[in-house]
């Protein structure tokens, strides 16, 4: 029988021991061999004292590892930690001054349409309407058209933790918004969202290190020096479906991809 050692904050391990046998067959809450009844990849985060399980499927591990490698390489712009995300676009505040802008619209008499002057000319359908805007005002104001200024501000709205998530809402909405772009913020004082983040990132890159120990891309013991926030990983045994990783906090495991082969 294989023993899973605790592990104290510093990543050392502090000798309280799980023997694998309960930890995988329900002991400590019951532990669910790395599988949920439907076959998905699931994690159960473990510890002696609290008796603590998480399942995961693999969708969810799948999502956590490919956002911590997003967070991880994208440009942050030269901003620290924690930042998100929001679609910018022009918000226009009309009923402004006109002696405030040079900007200005055309509004119906019912509200209904705001237009430029060039895009009642494109219209064509003010017949006997002058070309000329200057000399068209009188004629306009005759047919029930105010003059009214506008100004143009930015407005912000949704947050993404992704630059590559933002700028794909915005492809897939852009009839949505005027103007739209992707617009980053700092959030600053922010412990919520710098504890999410970082966590995201910790939770993500062992999971992708978990998943490379299992394709060999990393040895199954000693200490991992790649910043996956994991101290080590272990198997459950030959031909067994699951990895150990000795992570800040207690061993989770995980049990990605198929079942291997015996031998």
């Known amino acids: 029988m294989r023993s899973c050692y605790h592990t104290d904050k510093t990543g050392g391990r502090n000798g309280s021991i799980i023997q694998s046998a309960d930890y995988y067959n329900g ?145 897939a909405n852009h009839y949505h918004y005027k103007n739209p772009r992707d617009f980053l913020f700092f959030a600053g004082r922010n412990p919520e969202m710098k504890c999410l983040i970082e966590t995201v990132v910790e939770v993500g890159e062992a999971i992708a290190a978990m998943e490379a120990e299992r394709t060999g891309l990393i040895t199954p013991t000693g200490v991992v020096g790649d910043g996956s926030g994991c101290d080590a990983f272990e198997r459950e045994g030959p031909g067994q479906n699951r990895v150990i990783a000795y992570v800040q906090g207690g061993p989770i495991c995980i049990a990605p991809g198929e079942q291997e082969d015996e031998g």
């Not at 949920?36 to 002696?48: I, L």
């Not at 499927?57 to 998100?84: G, H, I, M, W």
């Not at 029930?144 to 809402?169: C, Q």
């Open 27 to 171: 002991g400590f809450g019951g532990g669910q061999n790395c599988h949920n009844e439907y076959g998905d990849m699931v994690a159960d985060v473990k510890t002696e004292e609290a008796g603590m399980k998480v399942e995961i499927t693999k969708s969810a591990c799948q999502f956590l590892k490919q956002l911590a490698k997003e967070v991880k390489t994208q440009d942050n712009r030269c901003t620290a930690s924690p930042y998100y995300y929001a679609v910018e676009e022009d918000e226009e505040i009309v009923g402004i001054d006109t002696g405030w802008t040079d900007d200005v619209r055309w509004v119906s008499e019912d509200g209904e349409y705001r237009l430029t002057f060039d895009e009642l000319v494109a219209s064509g359908d003010h017949e006997g309407m002058p070309t000329d805007e200057l000399e068209a005002e009188e004629w306009l104001e005759a047919h029930g058209w105010e003059k009214v200024g506008v100004l143009t501000r930015s407005r912000y709205s949704n947050v993404f933790l992704t630059e590559k998530a933002v700028r794909e809402h915005i492809q």
